[in-house]
């Protein structure tokens, strides 16, 4: 595949003036490359950040408001809903208006959100919060990944992975700490986080645009699920284990408070947070000592990690009764599982989005943020439902860490059946032949 530092693409910084559908070109800040990569990598920290900050509260709302288990997952779920929609209205409408204004609105949306949080009396203001919230998020990730690879591909798809795990470690730890030894705990987490999105707005106004503006950003608004061919095998292998992984990420956040009050008899807001903490600082950790591993290793690491950690987590879970060795195999399977969760999630993006164009980048990185948030919300509320009606929070539990297994294990699958033929096709091909490799052979050598 060509690169676009040789190549002057469509959207590209370097593509001629005047090309059909240009309006402007992409306009120069006072930030530096290094710079504008850093505020971008911090927005997107910040985002994941305030979409865990809530998880170490929801005791506190249940205490408050006397909801159910299962009006906590649909809180936590019409978020990654309300993200999902934004993903499919919204991902690619910076390739077409510029990563600028895009992430403005994005954040001032953010801000508008922590006022909603400040001033919540209710479930429904918690939802409505959620849902502004989510609308933001999904504005804002495409343009900031796809941001992050116009300036620098190498790092951008580095940052890509490693962001979100510390914005989802720090948002549940820093939030956990706030709320249990800071006044006003309800309010004051939401504050710092609006103060930061202001700050981070200010910041990208002084940036420089990475793209060209062209026609057709009402068109792009159009949902739909168009893949670039060269995409389509990648996809087909990264997706089940993109799924799994935030399923995982789901259960930690909707459901891990409950599970670490059972094993530990404490209401410290503090071990509410703990589980999502670890299992996402595992998975940056994950991100940045496999960041020059071959991509298809990665995946088989991450899917093996994956699967390990959370029967870890099931056995330990399964044991009851709180003592010393299932809290702390508890805490050892989320460090396994979030380590996968880092390999699975890394490997993914590194396997399908060198197969795509610049100009195809948002929209195809949307695309995999429309599989991680499905994989998000919709088992977490399910997962509440069974616990209210059905067999509890550890049949629940047990079942819901066995559906992400077998998800690995069909992702396993497919990376296998894919490296076969990727074997075929070399030993078919005449090596004297000058032929651009095929998607499946590309993945198989990456």
């Known amino acids: 595949m060509r ?26 800040g006072r930030l530096g490359p290094v710079a504008s990569i850093a505020v971008l990598a911090s927005i997107l920290v910040s985002l994941l950040a305030a979409s865990s900050a809530p998880t170490p509260l929801y005791a506190i ?16 779920g019409v978020y990654a809903v309300a993200v999902l929609l934004s993903l499919l209205v919204f991902g690619k409408i910076s390739d077409h208006v510029g990563r ?3 992430l ?17 009396g209710g479930v429904d203001a918690l939802l409505a919060a959620r849902v502004l919230q989510g609308i933001s998020t999904g504005a804002a990730v495409g343009a900031l990944g796809a941001g992050m690879l116009d300036i620098d591909a190498r790092r951008g798809g580095f940052l890509n992975s490693l962001a979100p795990t510390i914005g989802t470690a720090g948002g549940a730890l820093v939030s956990g700490l706030v709320v249990q030894y800071l006044p006003s705990p ?10 930061v999105f202001v700050l981070q707005a200010l910041a990208v106004l002084v940036m420089g645009e990475t793209v060209s503006r062209k026609r057709g950003a009402l068109a792009s608004m159009a949902p739909e699920f168009k893949l670039p061919r060269s995409a389509r095998a990648a996809v087909a292998i990264a997706a089940p284990v993109m799924f799994a992984v935030w399923a995982l990420t789901g259960l930690y956040a909707a459901l891990g408070p409950a599970i670490v009050r059972t094993l530990v008899h404490s209401s410290s807001v503090v071990w509410g947070g703990l589980p999502l903490f670890v299992l996402a600082s595992s998975a940056g950790l994950a991100v940045v000592v496999l960041r020059g591993t071959a991509t298809r290793k990665v995946m088989f690491i991450g899917i093996g990690a994956l699967a390990v950690g959370v029967l870890i987590t099931l056995v330990s879970v399964a044991s009851g009764g709180g003592g010393t060795l299932s809290v702390t195999g508890f ?13 699975g999630f890394q490997g993914g993006i590194r396997l399908v989005v060198p197969l795509v164009e ?12 429309v599989i991680c948030y499905v994989g998000l919300g919709v088992p977490a509320v399910i997962g509440g439902l069974l616990v209210v009606h059905g067999g509890g929070l550890v049949a629940t539990t047990r079942e819901y860490g066995g559906a992400v297994v077998l998800l690995a294990l069909v992702a396993l699958t497919g990376l296998l059946v ?5 074997e075929r096709v070399a030993v078919l091909r005449p090596a004297d032949l000058a032929v651009t490799p095929a998607p499946s052979t590309e993945m198989a050598e990456r």
Do not use: C, N
């Open 186 to 195: 309800t309010r004051l987490v939401y504050l710092l986080l609006l103060g």
């Open 61 to 76: 709302y249940q205490q408050r408001w006397g909801f159910s288990p299962v009006t906590v997952t649909v809180v936590f």
């Open 331 to 343: 805490f050892i399977g989320a460090a396994v599982s979030g380590f996968g969760f880092g390999g």
């Open 104 to 120: 403005v609105t994005a954040l001032l949306g953010q801000a508008l959100a922590m006022i909603v949080f400040v001033k919540a």
């Open 358 to 369: 610049p100009h195809e980048r948002a929209g195809v990185l949307s695309l995999l943020y």
């Open 418 to 422: 894919s490296g076969r033929r990727a």
């Open 100 to 102: 600028r204004p895009v």
């Open 3 to 28: 690169s676009a530092a040789s190549t002057p693409q469509p959207d590209s910084p370097g593509a001629p003036a005047g090309r059909p559908g240009a309006h402007a070109a992409p306009r120069r």
